[in-house]
């Protein structure tokens, strides 16, 4: 008996504890409410004291006796989540992102923070590229943001593609990759044609509207983006790509990436993209290749990046007249005209250096070479015989344009003749950009600038003479008939200063000097003058800005900047023109008045902006409807480009993700005779409506809703191109190592024009570009290693 009781008082413990005390297995899910994203490293709290964190996933696993439990969900960048759980099983937790009053995550001077930025800004993340991206250029994927507009001259996203930011076209948009300009250094113009394929190596695209950031210079006038290439993966990575679509566009990609290795990390993209294009004789051909070799060491991390990149497209300059816009053939109708065809090369190399906790040191070195020329047949000269042959140069003009009085004579006047003209040009620019910073418990400092040097070679040449008595006079080979060497020297200096007076206020000051040197010496060849002329341009650049953590789920922002730029170089002088003399053009200048919030509430991120920008000397452009592949500038001496941005992203599940964004503008002329009319070529209402759902695990889908206010063709604004609705549907799915998207853009057939210019000539002209109708593409990926 009294063995039986000894036991029963050893069993029974043990019996009980079974029963009512037995450890049970909570596990969850911790997801970002913004992106829908797994949270890493999330602090998982239960109330005795223990604890654990979460995985790469986002999830955990944690044991206990009691249930019911409180647990708390704690992490540095989210607002901590208290929860009494009923159950083992927690599901999936949304945590909501909250604002930090000061940096904890060190960040470029190039990059704006949320919730730390006096900036209107965004950004397309890695995902999003993903869903959205196909074979399109990058202005095409970038227009689904607030504020942005693009259009292509072949109609369906390839070749020569163009981007807008609050009315300013891209040669006012600063545009960097990781951190390198990209524009061009004469007339500040961006080719994105360049850059095939450049997505793929994204990890994220910035575009920061407004002035933006001081590192960004004199082109940010409209705004600024800056492309980052992805940071690779830890391990061996490679895929392969093929794709096909309408207009016979086909895409082939290769990547790899040898993974972390040590301290080494490497990659390389090969790519090529071809395509007809919607409209006839606008076809493209693009080839890219990119390396990059990362070392990550204690203190200091460097990143060496090459970018080589090929096209070769066939264009035209004129638009679909007014009477064909509406006609299915006919809107696609064209004619050979001429032929472009460039090679760049890109070399950066990216050095961070940690000195202390306090201090940091960024730099980059880049150096950018390119060569290419654009090509025509021309024709020239009276047949006095053909009375339709009045749309023809007269002889001795011909003359005089080439350089040739000297080698023929005007006996030659009643002659027919074609001919093929080139137009060269060799460059090179490289530079520096070095940062400095300082941190301390309530204040940054930012100091750097950029030394920058460029040096262009440009000429003119002509040959394949139809008249062959004419090409034994001039020569068989190339003559060439002008030639002119441009360079320029760009030193920018800046301090920028954030500073925290009290808890949530920021305050942000910022002084940039920037010195432009110009010159260009043009040969002087015949009738060429042989002008050798220079400019100096000193401007300084003052902005400030606040921002203010209303709480930790909202926060306000004011700023002001001042831009001014230089002009381009065909602003200037048309130095391959003989009839050309250098004109007075004064530097171009704008005052930035902004105002903004985000606000975070529930599964809902709004962002609102209101901008003011007064502009003086504006420089505006229109197609030179006399010589192809130039435009014509226009002075307007103040005008006006204020509006409201806003964007609301709703993300109910990590299945559902709406975003919805806009934009409304005024870009008026303040003075001169159109004073109170519209800029021409600006949307004023810009919609985008983009919801995505994952139907299953590895199968998701995209619809796009667009919409695109009328534009003005004109300055008087006589021609109009009315305002159209878009929907674009694109499917992705993966099965083990497959993946296969599909993308479908104008679900609904629409007929429309992106673009167009209108010129008094008996009568009214209207031109247009258009849009291409329903068309799709459809690619397979093999990837091994992701």
């Known amino acids: 008996m009294y063995q039986i009781s000894l036991s029963v008082l050893f069993v029974l413990p043990l019996l009980v504890s079974s029963v009512f005390g037995k450890e049970q297995t909570i596990t969850g899910i911790v997801r970002s409410h913004t992106n829908g994203k797994p949270v890493e490293l999330a602090n998982i709290i239960l109330e005795d004291g223990r604890g654990t964190y979460t995985d790469e996933q986002g999830r955990f696993v944690i044991a206990t006796s009691q249930i019911p439990i409180r647990i708390t969900i704690a992490h540095i960048a989210y607002c901590d989540t208290v929860l009494l759980v009923l159950k083992g099983d927690c599901g999936e937790i949304w945590l909501t992102p909250t604002y930090l009053p000061i940096d904890q995550v060190i960040v470029t001077a190039t990059r704006a923070v949320k919730g730390k930025t006096p900036v209107a800004f965004s950004e397309v993340s890695s995902a999003e590229i993903h869903d959205r991206y196909t074979v399109e250029d990058v202005p095409m994927i970038l227009a689904q943001e607030p504020g942005v507009f693009a259009y292509s001259e072949s109609g369906n996203g390839t070749g020569y593609s163009y981007v807008q930011i609050r009315g300013f076209d891209q040669s006012r948009i600063a545009v960097m990759l990781n951190d390198v300009p990209l524009n061009d250094n004469e007339s500040h113009q961006v080719y994105w044609v360049d850059h095939t394929d450049i997505l793929s190596d994204a990890g994220d695209v910035q575009i920061q509207r407004g002035i933006g950031n001081s590192l960004y210079g004199s082109a940010a006038f409209g705004g600024s983006i800056n492309v980052q290439s992805a940071p690779g993966t830890d391990n061996p990575v490679m895929k392969i790509e093929i794709g096909s679509g309408s207009y016979h566009t086909t895409k082939m990609h290769l990547s790899l990436s040898s993974g972390r290795r040590g301290r080494w990390r490497c990659s390389t993209r090969l790519a090529q993209v071809t395509s007809d294009g919607y409209r006839e004789e606008h076809s493209s051909f693009q080839r890219a290749a990119t390396g990059a070799i990362t070392y990550e060491g204690k203190n200091i991390d460097h990143q060496f990046r090459t970018l080589l990149g090929y096209e070769n497209c066939h264009l035209m300059w004129d638009g679909v007249a007014a009477e064909d816009i509406h006609d299915r053939e006919r809107r696609r109708a064209g004619y050979k005209s001429y032929t472009d065809d460039f090679f760049q090369q890109i070399y950066s190399l990216s050095s961070r250096w940690k000195i202390s906790e306090q201090v940091l040191f960024n730099n980059v070195v880049y150096l950018v070479k390119g060569r290419g020329y654009y090509e025509t047949r021309k024709s020239t000269g009276y047949d006095l015989s053909d009375s339709d042959s009045t749309d023809w140069f007269d002889f001795r003009d011909f003359l005089y344009a080439y350089n040739l009085d000297g080698r023929l004579t005007n006996d030659h006047q009643q002659r027919t003749l074609t001919f093929t003209r080139r137009k060269w040009i060799e460059n090179e ?32 040449e002509i040959a394949h003479f139809s008249d062959a008595e004419l090409s034994d006079l001039i020569g068989r080979s190339w003559f060439r008939y002008y030639r002119y060497f441009g360079t320029k020297s760009i030193a920018t200096a800046f301090a920028h200063i954030a500073y925290n007076p009290v808890d949530r206020l920021k305050l942000i000051s910022d002084l940039q000097f920037q010195q432009v040197k110009w010159g260009l010496d043009q040969y002087k060849i015949g009738h060429a003058v042989g002008y050798d002329v220079s400019a100096f341009w000193n401007f300084v650049n003052p902005r400030l800005g606040a921002i203010y953590s209303v709480s930790d789920h909202s926060a306000v922002f004011v700023n002001y900047g ?48 209101l901008y003011g920008i007064r502009y003086r000397n504006e420089q505006l452009k229109n197609i030179d409807v006399e010589q192809e592949g130039e435009y014509s500038y226009k002075r307007a001496a103040a005008t006006d480009h204020s509006g409201l941005e806003w964007e609301m992203r709703y993300q109910p599940t990590y299945r559902w993700n709406v975003v919805l964004n806009g934009s409304w503008s005024r870009n008026k002329f303040l003075s001169g005779p159109n004073r109170g009319k519209s800029l021409p070529n600006v949307p004023a209402v810009l919609f985008n ?92 990926a093999y990837l091994i290693g992701e």
Request: aromatic share 14%; proline share 3%.
């Open 429 to 460: 620019y490289y530079g520096v950009i070095p940062t400095m910073t300082w941190l301390s418990n309530n204040m940054r400092l930012d100091v750097g600038g950029e030394l920058r040097f460029y040096a262009g070679d440009h000429h003119g």
């Open 562 to 609: 001042r831009a001014q730029r230089e002009p381009a170089d065909d602003q200037i002088i048309s130095a391959d023109d003989v009839w050309s003399q250098p004109q007075q053009t004064a530097a171009e200048l704008i005052d930035d008045y902004e105002a903004g919030c985000n606000i975070i509430f529930n599964k809902i991120t709004i962002d609102l902006n």
């Open 689 to 780: 409506s983009i919801c995505s759902v994952n139907l299953m695990k590895n199968l998701s889908l995209a619809l796009l809703i667009r919409h695109v206010g009328k534009q003005f063709l004109d300055e008087q604004n006589i021609g109009v191109n009315p305002a159209y609705w878009l929907v674009d549907a694109g499917l992705h799915y993966k099965i083990r190592r497959l993946a296969f998207n599909v993308k479908v853009n104008n679900l609904l057939n629409t007929l429309y024009a992106t673009y167009g210019y209108g010129y008094e000539w008996n009568g009214y002209q209207a031109y247009y570009w258009p849009g291409a109708t329903r068309n799709g593409f459809f690619s397979i």
